[in-house]
């Protein structure tokens, strides 16, 4: 086991494109979480996996985000109509639990042109 | 609300010079906080926790309550210790949702 991967790395899209994003986790750890970072910002919480369930979501994830985790494992994050203000860097994140702190991937980079 | 404050966006020393990172946090409940690093071309990493009271390269961060800060420390800071440093609290509820600061950019000249 690697580590969290992130694919792919950069992804350059046409405003109004649908755009997929996948994350492989830690395999033994159950908690997943997508963050989203601009420039000169910290990462802000997108949403929150345990296993498969969804169990939270930001007010940031609009109606044309959507993530996945369908098996407890990988997970997808997809961004509809895409806009340019979608554009940064999404990172991915996995833990065991909630004390130890989390393991990021190396994130994918999204440009809106 | 439940805030992280990371007051300075660059700090550089010299090589040698004793390093302290700040962060403040607003949170009304028994905060866990992180200090994450992000070297050069790398990705984002866990530095330490301050429920493990660990030193971890050489750094160290107390949890004063009543300042309600968790300040980055260092006696003698080295060359590879540029970065950015990201203060994170996780607050209420049991998801481990991070709510992180803006970032310090510590920059050590030689």
């Known amino acids: 086991d690697t580590g969290v991967s992130q694919d792919p790395r950069h992804k350059i899209t046409k405003r109004g494109q649908n755009v997929t994003f996948r994350c492989d986790p830690i395999?033994?750890?159950?908690?997943l979480y997508w963050y989203r970072q601009t420039l000169g910002q910290g990462p802000e919480f997108l949403t929150y996996?345990?296993?498969?369930?969804?169990?939270?979501k930001s007010r940031l994830l609009s109606d044309r985000f959507s993530a996945e985790r369908p098996k407890g494992s990988f997970s997808t994050l997809e961004i509809q109509r895409t806009e340019q203000g979608d554009s940064a860097m999404y990172l991915c994140?996995?833990?065991?639990?909630?004390?130890?702190?989390?393991?990021f991937g190396s994130g994918t980079r999204l440009t809106v042109v | 609300a439940q805030r992280v404050t990371q007051p300075e966006k660059l700090l550089s020393v010299f090589k040698g010079a004793p390093v302290e990172l700040k962060c403040n946090y607003s949170?009304?409940?028994?905060?866990?906080l992180f200090w994450y690093v992000q070297y050069s071309r790398q990705r984002l990493q866990l530095l330490l926790r301050?429920?493990s009271r660990e030193s971890i390269k050489g750094f160290t961060a107390d949890l004063n309550k009543g300042e309600t800060s968790f300040h980055l420390k260092k006696p003698f800071a080295q060359e590879e210790d540029s970065a950015m440093y990201y203060c994170?609290?996780?607050?209420?509820?049991?998801?481990?949702?991070?709510?992180f600061g803006q970032g310090t950019t510590l920059q050590v000249k030689p």
């Open positions: 994140a996995s833990s065991r639990d909630r004390a130890n702190g989390y393991t």
């Open positions: 395999s033994e750890h159950n908690r």
């Open positions: 996996f345990q296993n498969e369930a969804q169990l939270e």
């Open positions: 949170y009304s409940g028994s905060p866990e």
């Open positions: 301050h429920i």
């Open positions: 994170a609290l996780s607050g209420s509820g049991n998801t481990g949702k991070l709510i």
